[in-house]
C-alpha cells in the first residue's frame, strides 16, 4: 500500500524559513518523480517544483523563484521542499505527491499518490 505524507508545516513569521518533509512508502521511490504542490483558500492546486531521480529540478512556478528548494533522499524515501523568504502569500495547504514516471509534470492529475497536504500559515 502506497503512503505519502507531508510534515513540518505550521505558522510562520513573514522572511522566515521552513522546511517541508515528505516521506513515500509502499513504493519503489527512486522509480518516482516527486512533485510539490500548494493550494491556497479559493485558489486553484499550484504546481510548484518538481524533482528526478537524479536530483534534477524542474521549476512550475516563478512565485517561488530562487526562494524554494527541492531535494530528495532515495535511500530514506524523502523528499524536502526548503522554503526561504517566506511571504502572506505563502500562505496555502502544501502537498506532495509521486509519480512512477521518467519524466516530471506539470498537470497534478499525473500524480497518482498524495499525502495528505500540511497547512502553512505566514503571518506579516
Known amino acids: 500500500q502506497v503512503q505519502v505524507s507531508e510534515s513540518g508545516g505550521g505558522l510562520f513569521q513573514a522572511g522566515g524559513s521552513l522546511r517541508l518533509s515528505c516521506l513515500a512508502s509502499g513504493l519503489k521511490f527512486e522509480a518516482t518523480v516527486i512533485g510539490w504542490f500548494r493550494q491556497a483558500p479559493g485558489a486553484e492546486r499550484e504546481t510548484l517544483l518538481c524533482?528526478?531521480?537524479?536530483?534534477?529540478?524542474?521549476q512550475y512556478s516563478n512565485s517561488v523563484d530562487g526562494r524554494f528548494k527541492i531535494a530528495r533522499d532515495n535511500a530514506a524515501n524523502t523528499a524536502s521542499l526548503q522554503m526561504n523568504g517566506l511571504k502572506p502569500d505563502d500562505t496555502a495547504t502544501y502537498y506532495c505527491?509521486?509519480?512512477?514516471?521518467?519524466?516530471?509534470?506539470?498537470?497534478?492529475?499525473?500524480?497518482?499518490?498524495w499525502g495528505q497536504g500540511t497547512q502553512v500559515t505566514v503571518s506579516s
Open positions: 505527491a509521486a509519480r512512477f514516471s521518467t519524466d516530471c509534470s506539470r498537470d497534478f492529475a499525473a500524480y497518482p499518490y
Open positions: 524533482i528526478y531521480k537524479n536530483g534534477i529540478v524542474a
